[in-house]
């Protein structure tokens, strides 16, 4: 069964380091999403993208995060300048026509 | 501020019971999702719904539109159930991302 791929699956930065997660989504979805968990707090929606632009975006999504589907499979998440508090879960979605959700099994990235 | 509720927070069960989790939300939703964490935080789609019931082995899962609540049912529990189970509902006025309840942490005892 195809599924959501995600490296690294757990990422050491340092604070004010950037990161890049990589996601790649199923080979024929077209919407993709990024959501985070910081540990003990529910998911929270980030950011959602269809044809090669952002859809939607919340309050967390700050000018501190990008993203990009560089190439015809993956998508990833950028975060320049990475603080304590950006550490968390970070799950990659991704959804076809009937636009139920299919996850990755996350990166940990731990901000020190 | 659209809203999903969650409960119980934490259910403890014997193995065989049949268990109940339920979810409430604010405002009207066009999807709601059912989703499975466990401890290492992969996160597993169990179903997804807009309208009626579900099922898939030992898992229900019901949506009741009018009164905006949901309820995931295990029946025969296993101690290979324990999780967290999770709502997520996509609102009628936002787009495609779904919008995440706190979880039901379930642990079932042999």
């Known amino acids: 069964e195809p599924e959501v791929t995600q490296t690294p699956s757990h990422q050491v930065t340092q604070m004010g380091q950037e990161v890049i997660l990589r996601c790649v989504p199923i080979?024929?979805?077209?919407?993709f999403y990024w959501y985070r968990q910081i540990l003990g707090q529910k998911v929270e929606f980030l950011v959602s993208f269809y044809n090669n632009e952002i859809s939607e975006k919340s309050e967390i999504f700050d000018d501190q995060f990008s993203v990009e589907r560089p190439d015809g499979s993956n998508f990833t998440l950028k975060i320049r300048s990475t603080k304590l508090e950006d550490s968390a879960m970070y799950f990659c979605?991704?959804?076809?026509?009937?636009?139920?959700?299919?996850f990755g099994p996350g990166t940990r990235l731990t901000v020190t | 501020k659209n809203e999903v509720e969650q409960s119980p927070q934490n259910l403890t069960a014997q193995e065989g019971e049949f268990i109940t989790i339920n979810c409430s939300y604010s405002v009207g939703i066009s999807a709601l999702h059912w989703l499975q964490q466990h401890p290492g935080g992969g996160i597993v789609s169990l179903f997804m719904?807009?309208?009626g019931k579900k099922k898939h082995g030992r898992l229900i899962a019901t949506i009741n539109i009018q009164e905006k609540h949901s309820s995931l049912h295990i029946t025969a529990s296993h101690p290979r159930d324990s999780a967290v189970y999770i709502c997520a509902v996509r609102w009628d006025d936002t787009g495609n991302q779904f919008y995440f309840g706190t979880g039901t942490s379930l642990t079932v005892i042999p």
């Open positions: 979605a991704s959804t076809g026509g009937a636009y139920e959700q299919y």
């Open positions: 080979s024929n979805h077209l919407y």
């Open positions: 719904l807009s309208s």
